[in-house]
């Protein structure tokens, strides 16, 4: 039952690249790895609990991290810009200071230092392009796949809503409040229209965000990560693996047709499209997220 679930301390995997990386784990270390991966300047913390035990009551291990340059994790020092940020959109911007194959790598080398052979993958967003990047490079190590609210890295698929450009390219806070406010703002966008998080809630996060680290510098990193990422549908159709792609059709930030095209790349996916949901994960949404999860993963028997 919930809240019987045995979860560690937040714990620290020195990678041989000399990235160090945050991570924590809930449930039985003898049950089947599920590795959690978030998206653009998230923290492991945006895994929700509540969702990492459910996810453990299903006879998972589970194990959430912080990717480099998001929350206590190791911060990667290369100057990025706007101006780079805006060239890259275009397509004529300079190499990125790393890529998803880096960060796909530090999801491997965590789960080397757990002393783990392979594991169940899940991401969010970038998440969901770093566990498809993951199934590529090593497919032997990727037991099942799924991937939320992503895209393939194809241009035409998977847009971002113009209202949230301005949000994006803000100013970055420079205080926790300013940063609650800003987070406010931005969920209040890109937040799901039919599962409405209560504002105490949002505010909560967002301060719990700040206070294990925020860098704008780290989130422009990852950003140009994602606007150098290949287009990786005709690979994606090579893949032979259980996968399951989640999408909301209320998505702002990563239009469906990113989810709809992921499914469509990859042979013998399962694409669960939900009602009124946008780029967040409502907790009315969890048991649904956990049951397809486990759904996809017992498919790998």
């Known amino acids: 039952m919930p809240g019987a679930t045995v979860v560690s301390e937040e714990l620290f995997a020195p990678l041989p690249t000399g990235v160090e990386i945050c991570y924590q784990t809930f449930g039985d270390p003898g ?23 459910l996810l453990a009551d299903r006879g998972f291990y589970v194990i959430r991290y912080d990717n ?7 911060r990667v020092h290369a100057r990025v810009t706007k101006r780079m940020i805006v060239r890259s959109f275009f397509g004529r911007g300079p190499r990125p200071p790393y890529t998803l194959d880096d ?9 080397d230092h757990l002393g783990l052979a392979s594991a169940h993958v899940c991401g969010i967003s970038m998440g969901g392009m770093i566990v498809q990047t993951m199934a590529l490079l090593e497919p032997s190590r990727v037991r099942s796949m799924t991937s939320i609210m992503s895209t393939t890295g194809r241009r035409t698929v998977g847009w971002q809503d113009p209202r949230l450009l301005p949000l994006l390219l803000a100013r970055s806070a420079q205080t926790r409040e300013a940063y609650v406010a800003s987070s406010e703002r931005f969920w209040r966008v890109a937040g799901s229209p ?7 809630l949002v505010r909560e996060r967002a301060g719990e965000t700040w206070d294990r680290g925020v860098s704008a510098s780290g989130v422009a990193r990852q950003m140009l990560a994602i606007l150098n990422q290949p287009d990786r549908s005709r690979r994606l159709h090579e893949l032979r693996l259980p996968t399951l792609v989640i999408h909301g059709m209320a998505d702002k930030m990563v239009h469906v047709s990113g989810g709809r095209a992921t499914a469509h790349a990859i042979p013998g996916s399962e694409l669960l499209l939900v009602p009124g949901m946008g780029h967040d994960t409502p907790v009315e949404l969890f048991d649904t997220f956990a049951d397809a999860i486990a759904r996809n993963a017992a498919r790998t028997r």
């Open 68 to 74: 480099r340059d998001a929350g206590r994790s190791s």
């Open 103 to 111: 960060m796909a790598g530090d999801a491997f080398a965590l789960l």
């Open 31 to 53: 049950g089947e790895p599920l590795l959690l991966v978030m998206g653009l300047g998230g923290p492991m913390t945006w895994w929700s609990p509540e969702l990492c035990e």
């Open 194 to 200: 039919a599962y409405q998080e209560k504002r105490m």
